[in-house]
């Protein structure tokens, strides 16, 4: 067997096995565990998250993953896993022989080390990481930076690797959300305004130096500016707050409550923070945003869908990893 020139490791955050109490109970230990994700002294943050919020928020979560699980199961680990495949075709296409492809989750199963472990029974001993999240920030891909160290402390012999840090502002990246939002608008009609609500972190992050306000802002200019709308047509919001302390403003569910007092009642949103649908766009977005702007007097709410595996999409991420392979593979 020709042994492949590299592999690649795809990575998102994560996802419960069923949407269970039980389950959701074990992914939020693991995930809000993290000091990066929460990264209050363990003194002070282990009580709240043992004591509290993983004996209250579990069952919550879980009636809220069920609202959106599939037959085939979660959606961020379906859609994920036809991105793998889909890539890996591409791929293969490209280069004219087998490019391995394994997906990795920060939280919970498959991990990293179940798709690292993959590419090495592979022969792969060099490895493009791309993190399905295209702003960095220190909670995501920083975490992901994190997990590799803990998977390679175990090891003897350690792979080659180049990490994708982010895509912020890739040229295929805003086509693909350029295309999507124009798809969408071909199909359902366009709002009065445009919605852009990323994923929060808390305003601290950014004054101790994270780069995901500026990468948001950034993403958010470049799509309006290929879409052609003035600054009258699009706003920019931060969802999925968590805890007392500030985080990122204006938050979305405050803007959906407010818009239609100003006599907005129609909008289109979107959440280009995230590659693949999930609880915080299925659920968060197209759910209880869609529920609060009606009951705030809006009229027509319409949730634009992540770029999960579409063609546009996976032909980005196949020039990302060519672009990082280099000279691995002869590019």
Same mark, same amino acid.
């Given at each position: ?7 690649? #490791? #795809? ?6 096995? !069923? ?28 009580? *709240?998250?043992?004591? *509290? $919020?993983? !004996? ?11 609202? *959106? ?9 379906? $859609? ?39 590419? @090495?029974?592979?022969?792969?001993? %060099? ?22 160290? %803990?998977?390679?402390? %175990? ?18 990246? $805003? ?19 445009? #919605? ?33 709308? @003035? ?38 949103? *979107? &959440? ?9 766009? #299925? ?24 770029? !999960? ?9 196949? &020039? ?6 280099? !000279?691995?593979?002869?590019?």
């Amino acid at each position: 067997m020709t042994k492949p020139p590299f592999g690649v #490791l #795809l990575v998102n955050l994560g996802t419960p096995c !069923n949407p269970t109490p039980e389950c959701v109970r074990c992914f939020l230990k693991d995930f809000l565990g993290d000091p990066r994700v929460v990264d209050l002294p363990r003194w002070q943050w282990k009580p *709240i998250l043992h004591g *509290i $919020i993983l !004996n209250t928020r579990p069952k919550r979560v879980a009636k809220a993953y069920q609202s *959106i699980w599939s037959e085939q199961g979660s959606p961020l680990k379906v $859609i994920s896993q036809a991105q793998r495949d889909a890539l890996a075709a591409k791929l293969e296409q490209q280069f004219g022989q087998a490019i391995p492809v394994e997906l990795g989750m920060t939280y919970c199963k498959p991990g990293l080390a179940t798709g690292l472990d993959a590419l @090495n029974q592979a022969g792969v001993d %060099k490895v493009v990481v791309l993190p399905l999240f295209p702003q960095y920030s220190c909670s995501t891909t920083g975490a992901v930076v994190d997990g590799l160290a %803990k998977v390679f402390a %175990k090891q003897r012999a350690l792979p080659e690797y180049r990490l994708i840090r982010d895509y912020h502002v890739d040229q295929q990246y $805003i086509q693909a959300l350029k295309n999507s939002v124009e798809r969408h608008w071909a199909e359902h009609g366009r709002g009065q305004k445009l #919605l852009m609500s990323f994923h929060g972190v808390p305003e601290r992050y950014i004054t101790e130096g994270d780069l995901y306000r500026d990468h948001c802002q950034a993403t958010a200019d470049a799509l309006a500016s290929a879409l052609g709308l @003035n600054s009258e047509q699009w706003l920019l919001c931060f969802q999925s707050r968590f805890g007392k302390e500030p985080w990122l403003q204006p938050y979305t569910d405050e803007m959906l409550e407010s818009l239609p007092k100003q006599g907005v009642t129609a909008i289109d949103i *979107i &959440s280009p923070a995230f590659a693949v649908d999930c609880l915080e766009t #299925l659920e968060e977005l197209a759910i209880e945003g869609k529920q609060e702007f009606i009951e705030a007097g809006g009229e027509h709410y319409q949730f634009i869908p992540c770029l !999960n595996a579409g063609d546009d999409h996976i032909q980005m991420m196949a &020039s990302l990893v060519t672009e990082h392979a280099g !000279n691995w593979a002869g590019c």
